[in-house]
């Protein structure tokens, strides 16, 4: 199992955080998503993904890359079921797979590299301007998931009862990447008590964008 990916993307953390919980080995490969104007965007690295996004993940010898993080984790549930990240009663894995696109599908898109580097870039806000824009839609989306998680009985410990699954391998990068750009958590102590019970498993620590090899 190889992953390329960059120890500050919120989708290489997904990825990393799942396969530590199913306790399978991988290397590590960093695609710097800054220097030298992006190493997504080389030509090696398009032969992988040819969407020059992060991350792209090869499971053997000549297969083919997959992307997309989301994927990528339902990949591992299928190929590895052992210490599986999803319910099992089709109903319950509706409403998980429902938290986590919340996140990789409401939240991170607007706010991802690109596109904060074409607001700065193209359409010339400031950093002020940048960070309200991140800010707004974290708030919003952080904003229905605490009511959620916060009246519903299946949350336990972590965002589906007391054992950490396929919702919080998508929450926890995304609460990181937040504070980075200060967002305000204080509305939010569902979600920051779940992230707090997951930063304390080893799991998560060795996953964690500081504890990466390519971490600056």
């Given amino acids: 199992m190889k992953l390329f990916g960059y120890f500050r993307s919120s989708a290489s953390y997904r990825v990393r955080i799942a396969l530590n919980l199913k ?3 991988y290397e590590q490969a960093s695609v710097h998503l800054l ?11 398009k032969q992988l993904n040819p ?3 992060v991350p792209a993940m090869v499971d053997g010898e000549g297969t083919a890359a997959m992307s997309q993080s989301l994927a990528m984790l339902e990949y591992l549930e299928e190929a590895y079921p052992q210490k599986p990240l999803l319910p099992t009663d089709a109903h319950d894995r509706a409403y998980v797979r429902a938290l986590a696109l919340a996140i990789a599908c409401d939240i991170h898109p607007v706010n991802n590299l690109r596109i904060l580097k074409y607001l700065s870039a193209n ?3 400031s ?3 940048k960070n309200a824009w991140y800010q ?4 919003i989306g952080f904003a229905g998931l605490e009511q959620r998680l916060a009246h519903d009985s299946r949350r336990g410990l972590f965002c589906f009862g007391d054992q950490p699954g396929f919702a919080d391998c998508v929450l926890i990068p995304q609460i990181f ?12 102590p569902t979600l920051m008590a779940i992230n707090q019970h997951c930063l304390e498993l080893p799991e998560f620590i060795s996953a964690s964008p500081a504890n990466q090899p390519d971490a600056e």
Avoid: K, T
């Fill in 127 to 129: 950093d002020e301007q």
């Fill in 123 to 125: 359409l010339g806000v």
């Fill in 35 to 45: 220097r030298n104007g992006g190493e997504q965007f080389s030509d090696e690295y």
């Fill in 23 to 25: 306790g399978i080995g």
């Fill in 51 to 53: 969407e020059s996004l």
């Fill in 177 to 188: 990447n937040a504070q980075r750009f200060n967002c305000d958590m204080s509305p939010y």
């Fill in 136 to 139: 707004h839609w974290c708030a």
